[in-house]
């Protein structure tokens, strides 16, 4: 997948928000939203707080800094699975809202990076409100004020659909 942004989100900052499923990693890892070395991470961290892990997963845990050339084939077996490919990128999609959220200082144009992840995840309809030049609801508020408070509040309710997920994966 080509991408129009580019940005990678560590390790720890996702685990603060979500455990992933290995099917999630491995679309991180795929879509390189998650470094090798971050996927291991996760993976061990998962291991430390006695999460289930598939083998695959255990077999990420297990790898030393040196055998990060060895992710890519676990990621291959992490792939398979029953998750749709749709619920595995609309976390990386959140992860990448929330990130952009957080780091907004960093980009010259956080509202153009919104746009590009718009296109990079296929136009999902669940954020155009936030792409500047897509129309809104008759009623609703247009400019930048209400992009922010609409990307609060899809940040703030996603946040709560992935509560559950912050201690342990499904």
């Known amino acids: 997948m080509s991408r129009l942004i580019s940005f990678q989100i560590p390790a720890d900052y996702v685990m603060a928000r979500v455990v992933p499923t290995g099917p999630e990693i491995a679309c ?3 879509q390189r939203w998650l470094s090798p070395g971050d996927a291991v991470a996760i993976a061990v961290e998962k291991l430390e707080r006695g999460s289930l892990l598939t083998p695959p997963e255990e077999g990420l845990s297990l790898l030393l800094a040196d055998d990060l050339d060895e992710v890519p084939a676990l990621v291959s077996e ?3 699975g029953d998750e749709p490919m749709e619920l595995r990128e609309r976390l990386w999609l959140f992860l990448a809202l929330e990130w952009l959220a957080d780091h907004r200082g960093d ?3 956080p509202y153009e990076i919104i746009e590009m992840l718009y296109a990079d995840f296929g136009h999902p309809a669940e954020i155009a409100g936030l792409v500047r030049w897509m129309p809104v609801a008759d ?3 247009t400019g930048l004020a209400a992009i922010d ?3 609060k509040g899809y940040l ?3 946040r709560e659909e992935y509560a559950g997920r912050r201690e342990d994966a499904c």
Do not use: I, K, N, Y
Request: net charge negative; aromatic share 12%; hydrophobic share 30%.
């Open 28 to 30: 991180g890892v795929t």
């Open 78 to 80: 992490l792939e398979v």
């Open 107 to 109: 980009f010259d144009d």
């Open 139 to 141: 009623g609703e508020p």
């Open 149 to 151: 408070e609409r990307w």
């Open 156 to 158: 703030d309710s996603t």
